[in-house]
């Protein structure tokens, strides 16, 4: 098993240039997630879907667009990147059937390191 | 707006030492406690979770929660560098979200 996997690693845009984060998990999981980690604050959600068709905002989504384009795959688009934007950002999973994390634990993917110039 | 409140430290603990992380959360209702690690530049992995008041030992690691003051801690025993990370409090709230803290630094000091 792979775990949660996400593409690119690193990327450097420009202000105004759109980009699409990939996530994708092999753990049959329901609901997936997207953070974003900045230095000092945590992580803060983005969007998440809780299973296969339905997607809700979290605490930052301005700037932000998700597809839950299956129930392994969980991408997150960037339509005019601001520096704002250029943080680390984490895709993860949980298992739980319904809800959200619940009292199951959340599996992380390695991070995209994203910086816009 | 509900908090998750860490000391962003660095906290520094010679080895072989206990080292004690804190928490505090805003939201009474919150029923779920996490502790996660984080080894720089890499993703949070799970350590710990307490749903229930009082100690839950695991290993060299015990986590505690009192839900009267809004408080969960972690305690590493017999500390090691590996140990060295920053530990991330994580709390389900009422709205079944997580919500997360900033973060400890912990250093163990060979």
């Known amino acids: 098993n792979a775990g949660v996997t996400q593409t690119p690693k690193f990327q450097v845009l420009k202000t105004g240039q759109s980009m699409t984060l990939q996530c994708a998990q092999d753990?049959?999981?329901?609901?997936m997630y997207w953070y974003r980690q900045d230095p000092g604050m945590g992580l803060r959600l983005i969007y998440y879907?809780?299973?296969?068709?339905?997607?809700d905002k979290g605490e930052v989504p301005n700037g932000y667009n998700v597809s839950r384009l299956n129930k392994r795959e969980f991408s997150l688009r960037l339509e005019s990147a601001a520096p704002s934007q250029t943080s680390v950002y984490f895709c993860?999973?949980?298992?739980?059937?319904?809800?959200?994390?619940?009292?199951?634990?959340?599996?992380f993917g390695p991070g995209t390191r994203l910086t816009v110039l | 707006q509900k908090e998750v409140e860490q000391n962003s430290g660095p906290l520094s603990v010679p080895e072989g030492a206990i080292a004690s992380l804190n928490c505090t959360y805003s939201?009474?209702?919150?029923?779920?406690f996490f502790w996660y690690r984080q080894y720089s530049g890499k993703s949070p992995e799970l350590i710990m979770s307490?749903?229930s008041n009082g100690d839950k030992e695991d290993g060299r690691f015990t986590a505690q929660l009192n839900k009267a003051s809004q408080y969960v801690s972690l305690l590493i025993r017999d500390s090691q560098p590996s140990d060295s990370a920053t530990y991330l409090c994580?709390?389900?709230?009422?709205?079944?979200?997580?919500?997360w803290g900033a973060g400890t630094k912990l250093i163990i000091k060979p």
């Open positions: 879907s809780a299973s296969e068709g339905t997607t």
């Open positions: 307490i749903y």
């Open positions: 993860a999973s949980t298992g739980l059937s319904s809800g959200l994390a619940g009292a199951r634990e959340q599996f």
């Open positions: 753990m049959n999981h329901n609901s």
């Open positions: 939201d009474r209702g919150s029923q779920s």
């Open positions: 994580a709390v389900r709230g009422s709205n079944y979200q997580l919500i």
